[in-house]
């Protein structure tokens, strides 16, 4: 079945404790990306990736990490994390960029006391 | 002023209304824009996807885009409960975009 995973599901932790959120794919696809939502704010691009070794900065970059190192794979890092991070995460794909279809995973619901 | 504005809603309709959900956008270097179903605990779906002003048809949605305006549009036709949900726009730059930019999602409720 052709699907976008994420673990965990849930997570509770505490402020400065760094996570990571994975998220796989087995599509093939080239694109990836992630985004929180958040009542009143919709969904905001937190990175972005063209290609393995390529990623970019979306509209709230500031205190994620992302890397991708293989195709399949692409985990958000949060070194330090703070409540202002507490969130609904979506990672998504697509097979050549943002005006392709968005294939999300079922997301992550994040808490940072 | 965020670049894409769209009522949060509830919209609430009695099934077989036809429903309008609609979404405004500030930055017209926008060309692509694309309508996306969520429903409660999921992740969200593409639904419509255009990238030229007028209408686009598919079964029971149409989506409609009035560039002149930055105004776009999805009607949902003969609604079912089932279609309850919400309903987030996106929009890209251009072909080569690869930042979405999404609107904040208008929750629809629709009541048997």
């Known amino acids: 079945e052709a699907q976008v995973t994420q673990n965990p599901r849930y997570l509770i932790t505490v402020t400065g404790k760094k996570l990571t959120v994975t998220c796989s794919q087995n599509m093939n696809h080239e694109y990836m990306s992630w985004y929180r939502q958040d009542p009143g704010l919709g969904l905001r691009q937190i990175y972005y990736?063209?290609?393995?070794?390529?990623?970019d900065k979306g509209d709230v970059p500031e205190g994620y990490k992302v890397s991708r190192k293989e195709k399949r794979n692409f985990p958000l890092i949060l070194e330090s994390p703070s409540p202002n991070q507490t969130s609904l995460y979506f990672c998504a794909s697509s097979y050549g960029g943002g005006i392709d279809e968005q294939f999300f995973g079922p997301g992550t619901r994040l808490t940072v006391l | 002023q965020k670049e894409v504005e769209q009522d949060p809603g509830p919209l609430s309709v009695p099934e077989g209304a036809i429903v309008s959900l609609n979404c405004t956008y500030s930055n017209s270097a926008f060309q692509y824009f694309m309508w996306y179903r969520q429903y409660s605990r999921k992740g969200p779906e593409l639904l419509m996807y255009t990238y030229s002003s007028g209408n686009k048809e598919d079964g029971r949605f149409t989506a409609q885009v009035d560039k002149s305006s930055k105004y776009i549009s999805l009607f949902i036709r003969d609604s079912q409960p089932s279609d309850s949900a919400t309903y987030l726009c996106a929009m890209v730059y251009n072909n080569a975009g690869n930042m979405l930019t999404f609107g904040g999602g208008t929750r629809l409720m629709v009541k048997p």
């Open positions: 990736s063209m290609n393995v070794e390529a990623t």
